[in-house]
T-cell receptor
Framework: DAKTTQPNSMESNEEEPVHLPCNHS???????IHWYRQLPSQGPEYVIHGLTSNVNNRMASLAIAEDRKSSTLILHRATLRDAAVYYC????????????????FGQGTILTVHP | DVKVTQSSRYLVKRTGEKVFLECVQD?????MFWYRQDPGLGLRLIYF???????EKGDIPEGYSVSREKKERFSLILESASTNQTSMYLC???????????????FGDGTRLSIL
């Protein structure tokens, strides 16, 4: 899988928007951009994914650069419950063989939300 | 919402014991996965299953086996537990991978296993 780069940590205040960046300069044309997050003492949670166009769901928005070499996860109004480690992952649309469906998490971004 | 339930949040076992970790999903997903998560090493795939009675080795299968007798249930077995198997174990499920990279995985809350 192609490599992603994220800041080690970010901070935000409650009810403010948060923009979490991810660089993936070696992304291939068949790589989807996925975001997961992991709250303390819980399993990872799927947040959102996209290929080329910006995506919105009830949890967040995903903004993808035109050249697809970077993306930004947007939490529109951070809450204390959004404090977590956020992982940006690239997954080949045709993932198969011994890497069949495997998720590979990097170090992620630790998001701290202040009251 | 998808619900993936792991039988125990915390488990303490002794070296040499046979340990069973159970996972159940309620969304009729074909694919199920077992990972372990360790500080500094991230998520590592132990085994996965793409159908009942079907299994494939992941990256670190040594010392583990799995069982999938029913579609909703995927069990991880530590044949003879050792201290280096102390870890957080995570189960996940997903729908079938016609185009694998597009399918999100849904995780349970994990089992923190300590082997003494």
């Amino acid at each position: 899988d192609a490599k992603t780069t994220q800041p080690n940590s970010m901070e935000s205040n409650e009810e403010e928007p948060v923009h979490l960046p991810c660089n993936h300069s070696t992304i291939s044309g068949t790589d989807y951009i996925h975001w997961y997050r992991q709250l303390p003492s819980q399993g990872p949670e799927y947040v959102i994914h996209g290929l080329t166009s910006n995506v919105n769901n009830r949890m967040a928005s995903l903004a993808i650069a035109e050249d697809r070499k970077s993306s930004t996860l947007i939490l529109h109004r951070a809450t204390l419950r959004d404090a977590a480690v956020y992982y940006c992952i690239l997954r080949d649309i045709y993932a198969g063989g011994t890497s069949y469906g495997k998720l590979t998490f990097g170090q992620g971004t630790i998001l701290t939300v202040h009251p | 919402d998808v619900k993936v339930t792991q039988s125990s949040r915390y488990l303490v076992k002794r070296t040499g014991e046979k340990v069973f970790l159970e996972c159940v999903q309620d969304m009729d997903h074909e694919n199920m996965f077992w990972y372990r998560q360790d500080p500094g090493l991230g998520l590592r795939l132990i085994y996965f299953s793409y159908d009942v009675k079907m299994k494939e080795k992941g990256d670190i299968p040594e010392g583990y086996s799995v069982s999938r007798e029913k579609k909703e249930r995927f069990s991880l077995i530590l044949e003879s537990a050792s201290t280096n198997q102390t870890s957080m174990y995570l189960c996940a499920s997903s729908i079938t991978m016609g185009t694998g990279g597009n399918q999100p995985q849904h995780f349970g809350d994990g089992t923190r296993l300590s082997i003494l």
